[in-house]
């Protein structure tokens, strides 16, 4: 996979962080150069992954007090690399960061650093569309929106794809990748039933074949620092992520 993918969601709570740390866990296992980007000053990736805060991120890159080398992290996969958000992530003022972000020409130059080295960089962002999604949107080629089969989440489906879409009319080069389903429940008539629903109002090609399930081991994984495709790679929800790697990189 090439370019900046950003894993959006208008909504929290939908699996959006796990959907970029095993998608970028599930590039990297095929042999892909991968970075994940965490953008979003909560910083739950670090929790995902199981690393220590310290050292700096995306804040202090834009900042202009932290260069690229001294910021990346490794982590037990050779091909992946994982650049945190920073010192904002112990911090409640979120105000000055959204600033940065919003308004720094170094977010571009971070992306277009990376991708010149042979990533493939996968970002996850903050639920909405507030000022860092459209900044990362501005700077990246494709957009990957998890989607809960749960009726809230559905409800705000028509507003993230307007947001999406307007990014994509304004940006020449961003392509909406489609929706991925995540948290399905197949003992839920509730959760079958909208997803019947989304894939009868959207078009086809917008919506991924293969669904994201809610499983114990998807849980235990983030709890334990670890990606689900690694601690353990033959769950369901494993295979979903490793599928959609596979059909992303195909895509090329």
């Given at each position: ?12 709570g939908?699996?959006?962080?796990t ?20 953008i ?8 995902g ?8 991120g995306v ?17 037990t996969?050779?091909?992946l ?10 911090s ?11 308004h ?20 996850d ?22 989607l ?6 559905v409800q705000?489906?028509?507003q993230?794809?307007?947001?999406v ?13 489609g929706i991925?389903?995540t ?10 039933k ?6 009868e109002?959207l ?8 669904v994201?399930p ?6 235990e994984?983030f ?15 494993a295979?979903?992520y490793?599928?959609?790697a596979?059909?992303l990189v195909?895509?090329?």
């Open positions: 996979m090439r370019g900046t993918l950003a894993v959006v969601s208008q909504k929290g939908v699996g959006k962080t959907t970029a740390i095993n998608l970028a866990a599930a590039l990297a296992r095929r042999g892909t150069r991968t970075l994940l980007v965490d979003d000053p909560q910083g739950s990736v670090r929790y992954l199981g690393l220590r805060s310290e050292g700096g804040g202090e890159y834009l900042e202009g007090t932290k260069e690229l080398p001294e910021i990346v992290r490794a982590t996969l050779p091909f690399r994982v650049l945190l958000a920073g010192a904002v992530a112990e409640g003022d979120h105000a000055a960061y959204q600033d940065l972000v919003a720094s020409p170094k977010l571009r130059e971070l992306f277009a650093l990376a991708t010149e080295r042979g990533y493939a960089v996968v970002v962002t903050p639920p909405g569309l507030g000022p860092i999604v459209q900044a990362v949107l501005g700077a990246s080629d494709r957009v990957l929106v998890p809960q089969c749960e009726p809230l989440a705000t489906t028509s993230v794809l307007k947001g879409r307007d990014a994509v009319a304004k940006h020449d080069g961003l392509r909406l990748e991925v389903l948290l399905y429940d197949e003992h839920s008539e509730i959760c079958r909208i997803a019947t629903r989304v894939r109002q078009p086809e090609e917008l919506v991924f074949q293969m994201v809610r499983t114990e081991a998807t849980v994984a709890a334990a620092g670890q990606p689900v495709v690694l601690r353990t790679p033959d769950d369901p929800a295979a979903a490793i599928a959609l596979e059909t195909g895509r090329q």
